[in-house]
């Protein structure tokens, strides 16, 4: 209930502290394991609900899979708290060794098959002066924060109670101090930001293409308001355009003509014979490319299906979102894309990459400023678009840099490079924002050290957890 629409994150604090509390008074391991599986999927089944979305998009093809897909994620995700517990148990000091075993595991969902640390404990402090930590040792180590927090408050004795209250108080400090602090000067450059509020179930629609097409465009070609001079740079969310540039090459002068002198970075499908690739592709003026940009980290089967050549052969299966192919290709890696002096170094992420710290900390060399393009029509409209923006706003704590983030539905923003959102249109409308891209902060601690201490903290705790107890001689 921490999470997002909801944000009751002193609720969530008083839930994990009796949760942990819960856990630690079984004995035996396979309890305690049963124990940290029933508490995780309690969490994961409210936070995840929205997983069911994609589904219901076709439901007369998909629909019966949707109770299924809920509540496989929420128990999967489950499995990793039951393993935190059960390794618990074995600790002479069982609530120190759940708070290590629990951190490790929240670590380990940013990699275990490719990845999916939605949901974590410490994602409850967006939005406070605590998200503030993410700067020093990134959402992860947030995550720590607040679970060892609760650890020391489940005790329900004097001295760690105190200890808990005081870590959090000194932590809520700190981001109190961080964003009582002036704010850098704006980059220069003025954005578009285009959210053509395109329907899941029609985007893809051969009748409907042309009246999405038009909603970009006149997006693109709207005079500014008054006094304001043109945009610099028009975003489209990811695949946004409901054509292919390869079959139709006449597209790139027809959308910078809308332009009208500004850049346009264009979210697309791009395919090379039976491969496809999502896309981000940057027009200048004259429609030459600036930047061209392939996601690299896909979603498991929305995007690409494991084993997928056997798959589909077998079965015929492919990835919900590939119109080319069987499913997406991958690219190369996180980039930065140098777009001369005015945009400056953008790293672009699309989607789901905005997830993950560690596509942010890959990039070859610093940007001035990040760009997540999405299309979370595919969340629905509950929880999972705001879930999802309110992690990418840590993406820019992590790094110190501005984020701008497109959706095709919404949630379309900028954010400062503390985290704050300083413009957004309404969700679920069409439109499109003018906005100045915010100033960058200089590099953070977590983008020079990254989870290294967090990975000390976690060896010291666990040392501790295990470390017998001397037992005194008569």
């Known amino acids: 209930m921490g999470l997002e629409p909801f944000g009751l994150w002193p609720?969530?604090?008083?839930?994990?502290?009796?949760?942990?509390?819960?856990?630690?008074?079984?004995?035996?391991?396979?309890?305690?394991?049963?124990?940290?599986?029933?508490?995780?999927?309690?969490?994961?089944?409210?936070?995840?609900?929205?997983?069911?979305?994609?589904?219901?998009?076709?439901?007369?093809?998909?629909?019966?899979?949707?109770?299924f897909a809920v509540v496989l994620m929420a128990a999967?995700?489950?499995?990793?708290?039951?393993?935190?517990a059960w390794v618990s148990a074995f600790a002479p000091r069982r609530m120190l060794g759940l708070v290590a075993a629990l951190s490790a595991v929240e670590l380990a969902r940013n990699y275990v098959l490719t990845g999916f640390p939605w949901a974590q404990p410490g994602q409850v402090m967006i939005g406070t002066p605590l998200d503030q930590v993410a700067a020093l040792v990134g959402a992860n180590g947030l995550t720590a924060l607040v679970i060892g927090v609760a650890g020391l408050l489940a005790?329900?004795?004097?001295?760690?109670?105190?200890?808990?209250?005081?870590?959090?108080?000194?932590?809520?400090?700190?981001?109190?101090?961080?964003?009582?602090?002036?704010a850098p000067a704006p980059q220069g450059s003025l954005l578009r930001l285009?959210?053509?509020?395109?329907?899941?179930?029609?985007?893809?629609?051969?009748?409907?293409?042309?009246?999405?097409?038009?909603?970009l465009l006149a997006a693109t070609s709207a005079p500014p308001a008054d006094g304001q001079p043109r945009p610099d740079l028009v975003i489209w969310p990811e695949?946004?355009?409901?054509?292919?540039?390869?079959?139709?090459?006449?597209?790139?002068?027809?959308?910078?003509?809308?332009?009208?002198?500004?850049?346009?970075?264009v979210g697309r499908d791009r395919i090379e014979g039976m491969q496809g690739w999502n896309n981000l592709t940057i027009y200048d003026a004259s429609g030459a490319e600036l930047g061209s940009y392939?996601?690299?980290?896909?979603?498991?089967?929305?995007?690409?299906?494991p084993f997928g050549d056997l798959m589909y052969d077998l079965f015929g299966i492919t990835a919900f979102t590939a119109r080319t192919g069987r499913a997406f290709t991958a690219g190369p890696g996180p980039q930065v894309l140098d777009l001369g002096p005015m945009l400056g170094k953008v790293l672009p992420l699309i989607c789901y990459e905005a997830d993950f710290p560690q596509d942010v900390r890959g990039a070859p060399i610093r940007a001035d400023?990040?760009?997540?393009?999405?299309?979370?029509?595919?969340?629905?409209?509950?929880?999972?678009?705001?879930?999802?923006?309110?992690?990418?706003?840590?993406?820019?704590?992590?790094?110190?840099?501005?984020?701008?983030?497109?959706?095709?539905?919404?949630?379309?923003?900028?954010?400062?490079?503390?985290?704050?959102?300083r413009a957004s249109l309404p969700f679920g409308t069409q439109g499109h924002l003018d906005a100045a891209l915010p100033g960058a902060l200089p590099v953070t601690p977590y983008m020079r050290f990254g989870d290294l201490p967090l990975l000390v903290w976690l060896a010291g705790c666990a040392g501790l957890a295990f470390r017998r107890r001397q037992t005194r001689s008569a």
């Open 11 to 67: 609720l969530a604090l008083i839930a994990l502290t009796a949760g942990m509390a819960l856990v630690v008074q079984e004995q035996r391991p396979g309890a305690a394991a049963w124990a940290g599986f029933a508490f995780g999927l309690g969490h994961f089944g409210l936070a995840l609900v929205w997983i069911v979305s994609p589904f219901l998009v076709d439901a007369a093809t998909y629909g019966w899979m949707a109770p």
């Open 76 to 84: 999967g995700m489950a499995l990793f708290w039951a393993l935190a």
């Open 155 to 182: 005790g329900m004795r004097a001295v760690p109670v105190i200890a808990g209250l005081a870590i959090f108080g000194g932590a809520w400090g700190f981001g109190a101090v961080q964003l009582a602090k002036p």
């Open 194 to 215: 285009v959210q053509p509020n395109a329907a899941q179930n029609l985007k893809w629609d051969p009748a409907q293409a042309a009246t999405f097409f038009d909603r």
């Open 239 to 265: 695949t946004a355009l409901p054509y292919l540039v390869e079959r139709q090459p006449e597209l790139v002068s027809i959308i910078t003509d809308a332009a009208k002198g500004a850049a346009v970075a």
């Open 294 to 305: 392939d996601k690299h980290h896909l979603v498991p089967f929305g995007e690409y299906i």
């Open 369 to 421: 400023w990040i760009l997540q393009v999405t299309n979370d029509a595919w969340f629905g409209t509950f929880s999972g678009p705001f879930q999802h923006a309110a992690q990418s706003r840590l993406r820019a704590i992590e790094a110190g840099l501005p984020l701008v983030r497109v959706g095709n539905t919404g949630v379309t923003e900028v954010v400062d490079a503390r985290g704050r959102v």
